[in-house]
């Protein structure tokens, strides 16, 4: 097998499994010859294969969070002991939305995947996939292989019961999209040889150049959204001291907080409709200031077309994502926040530099406003 450097990733359902962690002692799951997580359970299923990601980096730390105790008889630790064991990392690279599927990525990020297919917007070609964020992303294995480490022979490292607690999704002018992503792990697998999957990616990177942006201002019609720049982050609030009496690894994925699901876009110079909207609460050029022709304090309704009573409206809409094939010939993946609220934005100038102006919006996620993913097979 070569030996070369690789990140790769698969599902890892049952880390968290009860049955498996009180009912048998630890042991390797990491099968190298099929390279796939088996269970020590006979009614869990082994996982399906590790798939390859492409990425730019990655990175990984380990903390053993000792226990120190302290003595007045002693000037510096009269003893030492292992803790829990805190195991993170990330990676970033291209997005490849599809092969984000197909590895199992995607579950990790969104948390679920809706039963039907989802059909391309183009005639002609293969259903896809859709992904919709949910309260608690999947369970991942995630295998680092380090082709320089045990003098240049390579080792494996296998990290288990993975899970993602940040990913950062940013378009650039001038650059392909990029994902960077941020885990935590329960317990890691080392082996003293590499193990590369060495799977090929599917397709290629998603392009800046014919990405379309759409916006769709509450009441309003679809516009497209020029841009410099735009991200979005997703930052999963997942506890990482979930830990109990009897064991130094984590005890699960839970929720510990409210999830930060939003971004930052940076407009072109000679935009003024966002900035308008968010200074003066709508785009309509007869009004001039926030709530204008309204009352403070003593505002009334007179009728069902007449009030004024204070709104305090901010700039709230749908937010689409269309990404392509890089010969723009097929939609291969979009992004659909249907319910957005620009919160910030700022204005900055140097000398006779440009202006830059940023917008900052968050998503609202309830029973009717949902945030998906979709993703198509490059054909």
Known sequence: MVNRREICVTNDPYAYATTEIDNYAIADGYSPANDWITYQD??????????????????????RDTI????????????LFGGTISLTGGFSGAWRGYDFHVSGLLLGIMGWQTPATIANPATGFSAGYRYE?????????????????NANGGVTRVYRGVGITQANINLRAKQYVTVDAQWMARRVEVF??????????????????????????????????????????????????DFMIGSQFLNSLTYNGLTDLGGNITLSPSDWD?????????????????DDGKREFFGTVTNTTTSTVLANAI??????????????????GRITAMSCKLTEASASAQGRQKYTKTVNWRAVINN???????????A
């Open 133 to 149: 964020f949910a309260m608690a992303p999947a369970t991942l294995a995630l295998k680092y292989v380090d082709e320089q480490a």
């Open 274 to 290: 966002k900035l308008r909207a968010m200074m003066a609460g709508t785009t309509d050029d007869t009004k001039n200031t926030l």
């Open 68 to 79: 120190v105790e302290e003595s007045t008889d002693q000037v510096a630790a009269a003893s």
């Open 192 to 241: 003293d040889s590499p193990y590369p999957s060495e799977t090929e990616p599917t397709g290629d990177p998603a392009m800046f150049y014919n990405a379309v942006l759409k916006w769709t201002p509450e009441g309003g019609s679809e516009k497209t959204f020029k841009c410099q720049e735009f991200t979005m982050d997703v930052n999963r609030p997942i506890d990482t001291d």
């Open 42 to 63: 006979a009614g869990h299923a082994h996982t399906n294969a590790f798939k390859t990601l492409r990425v730019t980096s990655q990175d990984e730390r380990v903390s």
């Open 368 to 378: 009717t406003s949902k945030f998906y993913i979709d993703v198509w097979q490059p």
């Open 315 to 332: 700039p709230s809409g749908q937010l689409v994502i269309m990404l392509h094939k890089p010969d723009g010939t097929q939609v291969v």
